[in-house]
């Protein structure tokens, strides 16, 4: 069902792989409430990806870029804008990649490089894509800015990484530059703490089922969805949610509230007494 939340309004989506990403669920969200959309990603995802089926499906454009690189960044700006017939009114940075964590390397014998390239990546990106925005003018008054985090960045979880040390500076970035952007320019800025989610990126990390499990038994209302968190995100880019900006908001079936379940403390006392 639709509701033309964002009838008239224009976006940037970055990070948009295949059908199981959030960033995909979220620009068919987005064109469904009445959106115009530009995608992006690497040249490398977009070759891998089905980003161009997207494109197609939600009538925009794919604007190959590396989303550490400024020069690339301008550019997704520039085309896009030129697009959509000016300035855009929401933005989804939805990128994060670590090499630690694919190779399993663990958090006490990480490879520096590859650290580096995991805070670039994962949270500089972030930075570079609002700073180059605002540099430009691009985003109207009373925009949204929204980048996807995850619990990681407040509480430690196995074999995470040095990816929460990432999320945890998204964070920071969203808070620091969500009070620039909001007294200069009215826009705000958000992180969307999600669920563990099944997408392609996230089913190729050791554990991610066992995880997967564990907080949808942990959550009172089960984890959500990439389509569940696609419809919350339309709310933070609609005018309905003018007045939130530098929050993390979490989107997880309330796992970060909890502390033990019912269930799960039946489970943890069974395994040590398994005789009764």
């Known amino acids: 069902m639709s509701y033309n939340l964002l009838k008239g309004k224009k976006g940037i989506i970055f990070g948009a792989l295949d059908h199981k990403s959030i960033a995909w669920k979220v620009a068919e969200k987005a064109y469904e409430e009445g959106a115009r959309i530009v995608l992006t990603n690497t040249p490398a995802a977009i070759r891998f990806g089905e980003i161009e089926q997207l494109a197609e499906k939600t009538q925009s454009i794919v604007i190959p870029a590396d989303a550490t690189n400024v020069n690339d960044i301008e550019n997704v700006y520039l085309q896009g804008m030129e697009f959509l017939d000016g300035k855009i009114d929401f933005l989804l940075h939805s990128i994060g990649m670590s090499m630690n964590v694919r190779k399993n390397r663990p958090y006490d014998d990480v490879d520096y490089d590859y650290f580096l390239k995991t805070l670039d990546i994962s949270a500089l990106s972030f930075h570079k894509i609002v700073q180059v925005a605002k540099k430009l003018d691009a985003i109207e008054e009373w925009g949204s800015i929204v980048a996807l985090s995850y619990i990681a960045a407040q509480r430690t979880l196995f074999r ?117």
Do not use: W
């Open 160 to 276: 995470y990484n040095d990816m929460a040390d990432a999320k945890a500076t998204l964070e920071s970035i969203a808070r620091s530059f969500g009070y620039i952007y909001g007294r200069e320019k009215k826009v705000r800025i958000n992180t969307v703490s999600q669920s563990p989610t099944l997408t392609t990126a996230g089913s190729g990390v050791k554990g991610i089922d066992d995880l997967y499990d564990f907080t949808d038994r942990m959550s009172p209302l089960g984890n959500a969805s990439a389509e569940e968190c696609a419809a919350y995100i339309i709310t933070l880019f609609s005018d309905l949610t003018r007045k939130v900006t530098m929050q993390n908001l979490f989107h997880d079936g309330g796992f970060s509230s909890m502390g033990m379940s019912a269930r799960a403390m039946t489970m943890y006392c069974h395994s040590l007494n398994p005789e009764e």
